[in-house]
């Protein structure tokens, strides 16, 4: 199901509008560098989200530039507004890829919680919003897989300025989640051990893969992963 504040109408129209004549918001990044700017040299807790189109390879042989172009602009953008719509805030676009984070300072089991129903929500938007309207332009529909995980992470200014260098994060949990879309089904949600322990009794199935063999520091027991 979309969350309820998600208008399917109104992204429906969005969608439409973006495929005639463009992208329909400014794919920006400077509401999460404001936030990273008030935890400077500083470490904090985060849940690290990624959206991945699951196939983008035989997408990019398959396109012309331009469509291909417009396709990942019209990903990014639908799945911009949705982390926003959760309290996310979007850290950088990657290819075909948006990641985003979750501020868990405050409340841990809110913000794992917000990304889980935030990657559930994206997939949905997909299935229901982008991939008829990709359809009926004769575009070929996309699939995309979401993994999430939950830790601190360090907050590195590079430069001197704190207003024009640029900044971002490093954490094992960044490193961790990027690991993880590899062994997400398509159209699934995979999530670490950390963020599945703060995700109360959410119906999650434990991934069991002889590839996967990441420790988890605290235990020195496999980390484990989980899928939605």
């Not at 405050?106 to 991939?131: F, P, Q, S, Y």
């Not at 960044?174 to 109360?200: C, D």
């Not at 069991?208 to 899928?227: H, N, P």
Request: proline share 3%; hydrophobic share 40%.
């Amino acid at each position: 199901m979309l969350s309820p504040t998600i208008d399917m109408k109104q992204m429906q129209a969005r969608i439409e509008r973006t495929l005639e004549r463009g992208v329909q918001i400014d794919l920006s990044t400077a509401l999460c560098k404001r936030y990273l700017r008030r935890h400077a040299s500083c470490k904090t807790n985060v849940v690290v989200l990624y959206v991945d189109i699951d196939g983008s390879t035989k997408l990019t042989l398959s396109l012309p530039s331009t469509q291909l172009a417009l396709v990942l602009q019209l990903f990014s953008q639908e799945m911009s507004l949705v982390v926003g719509n959760y309290g996310g805030y979007v850290l950088k676009y990657v290819g075909d890829a948006v990641i985003a984070l979750f501020p868990a300072e405050h409340d841990v089991e809110r913000a794992c919680m917000n990304a889980l129903e935030c990657g559930r929500t994206m997939l949905e938007a997909i299935k229901v919003g982008m991939n008829p309207a990709l359809k009926s332009r004769g575009l070929p529909e996309i699939g995309a897989k979401v993994s999430m995980d939950y830790g601190d992470v360090l907050v590195v200014l590079y430069g001197k300025s704190l207003e024009n260098s640029h900044i971002d994060i490093i954490g094992s949990n960044i490193s961790m989640a990027a690991k993880m879309l590899g062994f997400a089904p398509s159209g699934k949600v995979v999530m670490g051990q950390r963020a599945r322990e703060n995700v109360g009794t959410a119906d999650l199935q434990e991934i069991d893969s002889a590839d996967w063999q990441y420790v988890d520091e605290r235990t020195k027991g496999r980390y484990r992963l989980y899928v939605a």
